[in-house]
């Protein structure tokens, strides 16, 4: 039992990671696009960066995605061995 949690609570986390990745740039404006670069950082840094945003968006998304990856796999029975083979098999 514990190990499961464990299970869930790592195959969730890495789905938050990437998430947070993919997510990280969406509505994000620079320093430059807004003319209004301060001095000692560079020009692609963000003029305002709204983290808690981004954490709600990717915590959101990331549940999406895992609950999608829960249902598929437990209830529907779609997992790895479900996916055709695309490298032809050498037997030789």
């Keep these: 039992m514990v190990q499961q949690i464990f299970s869930t609570c790592a195959v969730y986390f890495v789905v938050w990671w990437i998430t ?3 997510i990280l740039p969406f509505g994000l404006r ?3 696009e807004d003319n209004h670069v301060v ?7 963000p ?3 709204r983290g808690l ?3 709600l968006i ?3 998304v990331s549940g ?4 999608a990856w829960y249902i598929s796999s437990h209830y529907l029975g779609i997992g790895f061995n ?3 083979p695309i490298i032809p098999r050498y037997d030789g």
Excluded: N
């Design 30 to 32: 620079t320093q430059a």
């Design 53 to 55: 945003r981004v954490v």
């Design 82 to 84: 479900s996916i055709p």
């Design 39 to 45: 001095l000692g950082t560079i020009e692609s840094a």
């Design 64 to 67: 999406l995605i895992y609950g």
């Design 58 to 60: 990717t915590t959101l």
């Design 47 to 49: 003029t305002k960066f």
């Design 20 to 22: 947070l990745f993919a």
